[in-house]
């Protein structure tokens, strides 16, 4: 474990099992990076396991560590060693309660540190307590259930987000994103930009900025309108609103709204409306134990009859029998199974909702 010295400020980064790899290095690397710009080693860093022992990603490298869990959180207040800024990196599955986490995550905030959550790291801290009441960003795909388990949480479909002293990412390399705005409240925007020079970044997204980018090259929605209307609709999965109503409320007809989804998703709205609901249903089979009546009524469905048919038409397969196959797969550790991916749609997310691009 080292002391780096004359480092202004120091990240601890928790390394949850099955880390994604490429978030926790973007992180770092972004750090790296805004020192090799200042000239000086501003930014140090430290990683954290469970038990001090190196921890396998998910794409299968394992990661060597600085220091315990146990070690880190007796470094809190220490001068020189403890940290201004405790992280944790997930990856693509939550993990269940780790109390010794909950505990010097709790005390890192008692002490003012700022909370960072990359991927499933968020549900980690949402766990605490400690994200009530703020914005913070959820992978889409573990959106769904995350929504589900934390109601208080103002959860988004954003790339990154900062509320106060919690900050969340939805992983990849969106952390990268995050982290050099790090650099960016610490210095000014020209320093941030040289990391990205450096990093070959052409664009790095904001606080909010869309998640997921369109499949297709091209594949974009410029219309106001359009995105109003999907945004209405993202807000309205669980009890679908009359089209006429959504259509109302940005002052366009029922005629050019169909023309206009039409033209720049190439399906109507009835069925765009039903693809994203299907969807969130397909995330909530594959990453929640919510049993499948529940899944269909918080998706808008008005039996479970009705939800299984249009379920098994889009993906092939009904709902009890995909939840069946991946719990066997992951049990099995054979990977995962065709329903695991994401929905068959190109699915780009907005700072203001989801918006599913057709094929």
């Given at each position: ?5 004359g480092a202004e ?209 091209g594949a974009a ?55 994203m609901r299907l ?81």
């Amino acid at each position: 474990m080292l002391k780096i010295k004359g480092a202004e400020r120091l990240f601890s980064l928790y390394l949850e099992p099955g880390f994604s790899l490429q978030a926790f290095s973007s992180a770092v690397e972004a750090l790296r990076l805004a020192n090799e710009v200042l000239e000086s080693e501003i930014y140090a860093w430290r990683v954290v396991s469970d038990d001090g022992l190196s921890v396998r990603s998910s794409c299968g490298p394992t990661i060597s560590v600085d220091t315990s869990l146990k070690e880190e959180r007796g470094l809190l207040g220490k001068t020189g060693w403890s940290p201004s800024v405790a992280v944790i990196c997930g990856g693509s599955h939550p993990l269940t309660a780790n109390r010794a986490l909950h505990g010097w995550l709790r005390e890192c905030r008692a002490r003012k540190l700022c909370l960072v959550g990359i991927a499933s790291g968020i549900f980690s801290i949402a766990q605490t307590g400690l994200a009530d009441g703020r914005r913070c960003a959820v992978h889409w795909e573990q959106f769904p259930s995350f929504v589900e388990q934390f109601p208080r949480i103002a959860a988004v479909q954003a790339a990154y987000e900062i509320d106060g002293d919690t900050y969340s990412c939805s992983g990849g390399d969106a952390a990268f994103d995050m982290f050099v705005q790090f650099v960016r409240e610490d210095y000014e925007s020209a320093t941030a930009n040289r990391v990205c020079e450096k990093a070959v970044a052409m664009t790095v997204r904001q606080p909010g900025d869309r998640q997921r980018l369109p499949l297709h090259a091209g594949a974009a929605i410029h219309h106001d309108g359009l995105l109003k209307i999907i945004e209405q609709m993202e807000r309205h999965l669980d009890e679908p609103v009359a089209l006429e109503d959504i259509a109302a409320s940005s002052r366009l007809s029922r005629r050019q709204v169909e023309r206009i989804f039409s033209q720049q998703i190439g399906r109507s709205p009835a069925r765009y409306y039903l693809e994203m609901r299907l969807e969130r249903a397909h995330l909530l089979i594959l990453n929640s134990q919510l049993p499948i009546v529940e899944i269909a009524m918080a998706c808008g469905f008005i039996s479970a009859s009705h939800f299984s048919k249009a379920y098994r038409e889009n993906y092939g397969l009904a709902p009890r029998e995909a939840r069946s196959e991946v719990v066997e797969r992951r049990r099995s550790g054979h990977g995962t199974f065709a329903a695991d991916a994401p929905a068959p749609l190109p699915v780009m997310r907005s700072s203001i909702g989801e918006m599913v691009h057709a094929k």
